[in-house]
């Protein structure tokens, strides 16, 4: 029959573009961990001990955590942006919005203005960051609260983002005041290392929170699948289909900022990411939120793998901090995709 | 049996619909007829579950709707909006399939008996042909029947239809509302129509009720009984003669008003003389 020839078709172009991103994926993360080391791959198979041992601790210690925090910061980054993009049905929403970018920043400043000790196996920044970005989203979203006239939900749109614009332009105040009052001359240039962007802090415990944070982020965004797919023809009649929004929002939003926080904190401000992948895999899945999040995910993970590929062999042996690179290749990249639609 | 009793609600305090009462049988369709700002559309959205109602209730079969669960609620009341907001890129299947939203799990994966709902009610508004093609694509009466589509994939109990006939041409209107009085006796039905066109509504609705401004009800009852030029004219404050339709025997309603005559604007003058 035509209409089930139609569906194998469509099934078949389905399986290739899983394969396509998937393959994408497998190839940048080999090559990121291969090249652009100082001594080759070669030599952890070489006769000579000291150079097997050498290349034993790039290949096999430095290496995976690094690696592994580029995919799940990049994935945490992307999925949160898709699911931004979803509640605020605004191609422009990414991970920062909720004024995570500078209540993280503002609490990275703190614990490096005051020299906080570490906790355990955690970074004192790391730490604060997490707590500074997860406070800053849930402030933005009580004083979002209640705004709501004629639509559903538990907060309106509009209001919510400005709210976000209103108290990140504030923390940022306070940080650039922290740092402006600190007695630390080196104070500032931390904080510079910081708000670029990098992985060079990765650590497989921050790794372990990511994994966590990600997952409760992703088997959120798969069950809200059929919701957000049925609110992408509006609130109203989303709910007439039985969707109930607010709920659906709350959550949404509560994952998203977990996310996103964990990335920040191991991270610090990585752009572009979270507003980059989810774009790029909607040109290959279309608008379907069972596809978007996981898809999303892997486009993030893949880009930022890439990305922190490109930062470490620019220019040896200088590093550059990815979040330039993910700018520099976001930007151009972004544009053409507005452009585009 | 849907049962609307008393129901008073709006946005603010100040209630748009006041003290509503209506029954409509499974089979049967109800028209609700009233000048701008009345509380139609504020009705429906009452019984889909999208207004909490102020006072009154709205049960079905004697299960009260404001009870229910909204998935629960989606899956024996569905709507057919007024306007669309968004979803103008999807494929005309993927739309009808949203319709099935209250039946699928979180995932939202269909499975082979959701695909075969969805194309029973595909046929039921002949739009088969349709399918592959971008909801925005389509002329307003192909996307009315596609809509409804989509609100018999919730295999509903009552379906309701806010203004089903603006922005269509007087072929498509009578398609839509056919369709409408056709599936409210093929799938037994409870259908809630909410009209513009005094006439249309006339001629496909079992009972009628005409809504004055403020949200009082005016007339209600059969359509002779609320089609009445006192009634029409006391609500419309336009001249208004009714005459009996020459195939159906339906009262239909004819304008008196005088377009040529100086009066201001919005100013009905008083009605011209009988015509014999």
């Not at chain 2, 009260?64 to 909204?70: A, C, V």
Request: net charge neutral; with cysteine.
């Amino acid at each position: 029959m035509a209409v089930t020839s139609d569906k194998q078709t469509q099934r078949f172009g389905v399986s290739l573009r899983w394969l396509l991103l998937l393959g994408l994926f497998v190839v940048v993360v080999l090559l990121a961990a291969t090249l652009g080391a100082p001594v080759p791959l070669s030599d952890l198979w070489a006769s000579d001990t000291d150079r097997v041992a050498v290349a034993r601790q790039i290949f096999l210690q430095l290496r995976p955590p690094r690696l592994l925090a580029g995919m799940l910061v990049g994935a945490s980054l992307a999925t949160s942006g898709a699911a931004l993009q979803a509640v605020f049905r605004n191609p422009l929403a990414e991970p920062y919005l909720l004024g995570i970018s500078a209540g993280g920043a503002l609490g990275a400043t703190a614990a490096l203005a005051w020299h906080l000790p570490s906790f355990g196996v955690f970074e004192s920044s790391s730490l604060l960051a997490f707590a500074g970005s997860l406070a800053a989203a849930f402030l933005v979203y009580r004083l979002g609260q209640g705004r709501v006239l004629h639509g559903f939900g538990s907060f309106d749109r509009a209001t919510l983002l400005l709210i976000g614009v209103a108290l990140s332009a504030f923390l940022s105040a306070l940080m650039s005041l922290l740092v402006t009052l600190s007695p630390d001359a080196g104070l500032a240039q931390k904080i510079m290392f910081w708000l670029l962007g990098g992985l060079t802090l990765a650590r497989m415990s921050n790794n372990g929170i990511l994994a966590l944070a990600l997952g409760v982020g992703m088997a959120t965004m798969l069950a809200s699948a059929r919701d957000l797919n049925a609110t992408q023809v509006g609130d109203e009649e989303a709910a007439s289909l039985g969707v109930s929004i607010g709920t659906l929002h709350r959550r949404l939003l509560l994952v998203s900022a977990l996310m996103s926080s964990a990335a920040v904190a191991t991270a610090g401000l990585i752009g572009f990411v979270g507003l980059l992948a989810p774009h790029l895999v909607r040109l290959l899945f279309g608008n379907d939120a069972r596809a978007l999040g996981p898809a999303a995910a892997i486009g993030g993970a893949t880009l930022l793998v890439g990305c922190d590929a490109l930062a470490r062999s620019v220019a040896p042996p200088l590093e550059l901090p990815v979040g330039i690179i993910t700018a520099l290749l976001g930007v151009p990249l972004f544009l053409f995709l507005a452009k585009r639609a | 049996m849907l049962k609307i009793e008393a129901l008073t609600a709006g946005y603010s305090s100040v209630p748009v619909l006041h003290d509503f009462s209506l029954e409509v049988a499974p089979g049967e369709v109800a028209a609700i007829i009233g000048p701008n700002g009345c509380g139609k559309s504020t009705l429906l959205r009452c019984v889909t579950g999208l207004l909490k109602p102020q006072a009154g209730s709205i049960t079905l079969e004697g299960q009260n709707i404001w009870q229910m669960e909204p998935r629960q609620r989606a899956q024996c009341v569905a709507l057919l909006p007024q306007s669309f907001e968004g979803g103008h890129d999807l494929p005309v299947e993927t739309m009808v399939m949203l319709g099935r939203t209250p039946y699928l799990p979180p995932y939202g994966a269909p499975t082979r008996q959701d695909q075969g709902i969805v194309d029973n009610a595909l046929k039921a508004v002949n739009a088969e042909t349709m399918r592959t093609r971008r909801v925005g694509e389509l002329s307003g009466g192909e996307r009315q029947r596609v809509m409804l589509a989509r609100a018999l994939a919730q295999q509903p109990r009552v379906l309701l239809l806010d203004e089903p006939t603006s922005h269509l041409d007087i072929r498509y209107q009578h398609e839509i509302l056919s369709l409408a009085w056709q599936l409210a006796q093929a799938e037994q039905l409870a259908v809630v129509l909410v009209l513009h066109q005094i006439n249309l509504a006339a001629a496909v609705a079992d009972k009628l009720v005409l809504l004055a401004e403020g949200g009082f009800i005016r007339a209600t009852g059969s359509v002779e009984q609320v089609i009445t030029e006192e009634n029409l004219e006391m609500v419309y404050g336009v001249p208004l003669r009714v005459v009996p339709h020459p195939r159906t025997g339906r009262p239909q309603a004819q304008s008196l008003w005088d377009f040529k005559a100086e009066v201001g604007p919005g100013q009905p003058r008083d009605p011209m003389p009988p015509l014999l």
